[in-house]
């Protein structure tokens, strides 16, 4: 099993940055992908940016120039980097991780971009 805890949401000013972090524990070497979703009030979850094992990503287009995600396989933890966000950017972001043909999911973490 994969045990995903995330941290760094917060509020935040329209234009401003936040940096979300996602560390995984357990069977870490089983993990073959790593992504984030979100889920806004109303609003189907969507996913926002994912990272294979090998460094390879994605990103939604809503999010592409403005989000960056990237692992540090040291500390087990994946990084999502947000900068010029938009209101539109508030949601619960979900870390995940597909391991033995299984996706886990951490808990949420909150965003909320004032305007």
């Known amino acids: 099993q994969v045990q995903l805890v995330e941290s760094g949401g917060g509020l935040v000013q329209v234009g401003g940055s936040l940096r979300l972090s996602c560390a995984a524990s357990?069977?870490?070497?089983?993990?073959?992908?790593q992504g984030w979703y979100r889920q806004a009030p109303g609003k189907q979850r969507e996913l926002v940016a994912h990272?294979?094992?090998?460094?390879?990503?994605n990103y939604a287009d809503s999010v592409k120039g403005r989000f960056t995600i990237s692992r540090d396989n040291a500390k087990n933890t994946v990084y999502l980097q947000m900068n010029s966000l938009k209101p539109e950017d508030t949601a619960v972001y979900y870390c995940?991780?597909?391991?033995?043909?299984?996706?886990?999911w951490g808990q949420g973490t909150q965003v909320t971009v004032s305007s």
């Open positions: 357990g069977s870490i070497f089983s993990i073959r992908a």
């Open positions: 995940t991780a597909f391991a033995n043909h299984y996706t886990y």
């Open positions: 990272i294979t094992s090998d460094g390879r990503t």
